[in-house]
């Protein structure tokens, strides 16, 4: 018995029927392949901004608003290739106890802290994304509230990393992805401000343009050992 093949046709079909549901099948696959890594991302931008508000909540709690100070920095981000923008990414220096449990740290007679440190937030200067740092600068025990000595001089020794003023040891990344971050202080309501961004990248488009989320928020947090208070 002799068998029939099948006709260019048939083939042509087939060929075209295949290729379609392959198409369809990678389009969905890309689909749900872009939607799972823009999810990872906003996760990881949620996280960041979390790990950062747990840490600079309490030093901002334990420190006085006369001794905050804040140094306001503008730099050239290339956020793409070819696409340069200004962004503020500053510094702030927040009076600190380097063990605040110890009573060591207190004057006996009226309870006043005895400042011996400073926590100093930094940012760098790397694009498209820069780091967020923290360090300790130390200094002799003292109830008086005061500033940073030099820490709003220029050139800025805090901007450096490994700064120069630091404490050896205590630097360290509190996050990276870093879009901005401005700090300020509002002195009528006794509360330093910061505004914080970060940037992640979770694909590129065919002509080269990355595909970037930005999660943002403010925080308004008042110093809890600031004496006389308005």
Not at 53 to 80: G, L, P
Not at 122 to 149: I, N
Not at 160 to 189: C, M, W, Y
Request: proline share 6%.
């Amino acid at each position: 018995m002799k068998r029939r093949g099948f006709s260019v046709l048939e083939l042509t079909v087939s060929s075209f029927c295949l290729a379609l549901i392959s198409a369809a099948l990678f389009y969905v696959f890309n689909m749900c392949s872009s939607g799972f890594r823009l999810g990872m991302t906003r996760q990881g931008l949620q996280n960041q901004i979390t790990g950062f508000s747990a840490r600079f909540t309490i030093d901002v709690r334990q420190s006085s608003m006369y001794a905050a100070w804040s140094n306001s920095r503008t730099v050239n981000v290339e956020a793409d290739p070819g696409v340069v923008v200004p962004l503020r990414r500053d510094a702030l220096c927040l009076s600190a106890l380097r063990d605040p449990g110890s009573p060591a740290s207190y004057e006996t007679a009226t309870g006043l802290p005895r400042w011996d440190c400073f926590w100093v937030y930094t940012s760098t200067d790397e694009s498209p994304t820069g780091r967020l740092m923290r360090f300790r600068c130390d200094q002799p025990p003292s109830t008086a509230q005061f500033p940073l000595a030099d820490f709003r001089s220029t050139p800025n020794n805090y901007f450096t990393i490994p700064s120069p003023r630091a404490v050896a040891g205590t630097s360290q990344t509190l996050a990276h992805g870093l879009h901005k971050f401005e700090a300020s202080l509002d002195q009528a309501n006794q509360q330093v401000l910061i505004r914080i961004a970060f940037r992640g990248e979770h694909g590129r488009t065919v002509a080269g343009r990355s595909l970037a989320e930005i999660a943002e928020t403010m925080f308004r947090v008042k110093p809890e050992n600031s004496w006389p208070r308005l």
